[in-house]
């Protein structure tokens, strides 16, 4: 008897399957990724147990990345000065900020088509074998390979942690959770000094042991994950973009290349690489701007980035940018918020570490509990912001506020970074930007990803982060740009000396220049120096700061966080529906600047 039971139920089972593979077709006029598809698969078979286990392993995901975060970044100053090429710290920045933000819809893309568990497998092997490489290089050649590789890796589990949170939460709850994730940030920036102070200035190993650390961090994620998506496949609950290749191998690489769009990843890539990396190069270049290379790369560039976005426009059946996106309030003002939030961010960030390092006579450990001072306040006022948006359900104003507490922070270090300038006042500009910037974090992607259904959440958000991240890059570069521009003239008005050897070796190590004790009038001047190039940096950070406020205003909808996974179709993250009223097209459709804000309260 039990076996007939059996049986029946396997042929119910296999009869209310949707058709396997898109291609197939079915009643459904819903778009198929099958990355997609096998996560709301996965949260159809989860019980108590699975969720428990996952959410240990986005715990241990997040910590591990945030430990990578508030250590590793202090090491490559210690690195490229080992090399004597402190000066190209600069250009490593930005050459990595261009590949962090690539890196973002590559796997984004990735995770939509192969799946969020094999992903996060490959995430794994780049991180593992980029650490490796820096902590063995003896070139600065190599530590900018191992630097790529680790970025692929590191920008990789940035963006799947993003995803997942995204797949398995309500819009409600998701700002909260999404603060929850950098909590671990509140721990390392104290646990995180110990380890510089320790292991500092043996930054081999300090890039070593996380090529150990991450596999044994990811790997609860990985197999939670991969075990669910197995289980969800023997019920036949997962749906496929297209049937498997039979006969060749090649058929299925050109069909994942076009469902990635592989060519729109190219294009991008060295469009943003030829016309930011010119900006830190020509500086140090031959004939700096007169050089016929620099100016190559930057006409070549500017060239190829209208030609991406009209083959975006135009060509791909999934682009990396979908076009009609811009023309929504919600998503084009997030994009924008992050773009110039960031850039304002690393062009006084970028060398900021370096400036104290000279500036002031701290620790080590006093060293890194400063430089992780703007994170911790980004992550407890993140998390504060989720809460606030769970209890208001409305985020528009909190974002508002928060852009212009994080201007008011970096106008005031105007006068920090001077002369009368003193420690309290450094750190009070840290924590201000880190206020606001954690309102406006937890803010602008959900923003964006409420616009959007299910399917193309990891999309829009690897497009806001992608476009945040180019913000990255174009700060670092410019703060690259000016501070290899303008930091051996100041050494040589400043320094009290004609020795174009010693002032040669000030400029390209930081250590150097430490050295000399307090009162020496060689580190006096370095000081000086300094003190005059942070002021054109942070001038700049104030100018692009004013600019997001006003998106924020203008372009930000104040739609409803209902608890489903969107605000466009109401369905929750195993793509059932819930019964959430859903926004209409006056918030998610196209809005006009300054137009009315169609509002939908919901009854508790």
Known sequence: MSLEDDAAKKRDVEADAPALYDSEGSETSEEVLTGVSKLEAAASVWGPRSKWCLYIGIALSSYIYSLDGNTTWQYLSYATSYVTEHSLSGTITSAQAIIIAVGKPLMAKLSDVIGRGETFIAVTILYVIGYIVIATANTIGQI?????????????????????????????????????????????????????????????????????????????????????????????????????????????????????????????????????????????ANGKWHNPSMLAMIIIGAILFPVFLVYEWKVPRAPVVPMRWLRNGPILGACLIGFFDFTSFYLQYTYLYSYVYVTQSWSYQNLSYFSSTQSLALTIFGILGGIIMFATRRFKWMLFSGLLVRLLGCGLMLHARSASGNTASLVMCQVLQGLGGGFAATAIQVSAQAAVSHVDVATVTAMVLLITEVGNSVGSAAASGIWTAYMPAELAKHVPTSNATLLAELYGSITDIATYAADDPIRLGAIAAYQAVMYKLVLGAIIVAIFPPIFAFFLTKDIQLINAQNAVDGKDAAGAETGEPVADHGVTGLPLIGGHEARREHQD
């Open 144 to 284: 900018a390979a191992g630097e790529v590789l680790y970025s692929f890796g590191y920008t990789g589990l940035q963006m799947l942690q993003q995803i997942i949170i995204a797949d398995i939460t309500t819009l409600r709850w998701r700002g909260f959770v999404s603060g929850m994730v950098s909590a671990p940030y509140i721990i390392n920036a104290f646990v995180a000094a110990s380890i510089a102070e320790d292991i500092l200035p043996n930054w081999r190993w300090g890039y070593g042991m996380f090529a150990i650390l991450i596999p044994v961090s990811l790997l609860p994620i990985i197999v939670t994950l991969l075990w669910a998506q197995w289980k969800a496949r023997q019920l036949h609950r997962i749906r496929y973009s297209r049937a498997p290749a039979r006969k060749a191998w090649w058929p299925a690489i050109r069909d994942a290349c076009v469902e990635m769009d592989f060519a729109g990843l190219v294009l991008v890539a060295v469009s943003l690489a030829l016309i930011l990396l010119p900006l830190s190069l020509a500086p140090s």
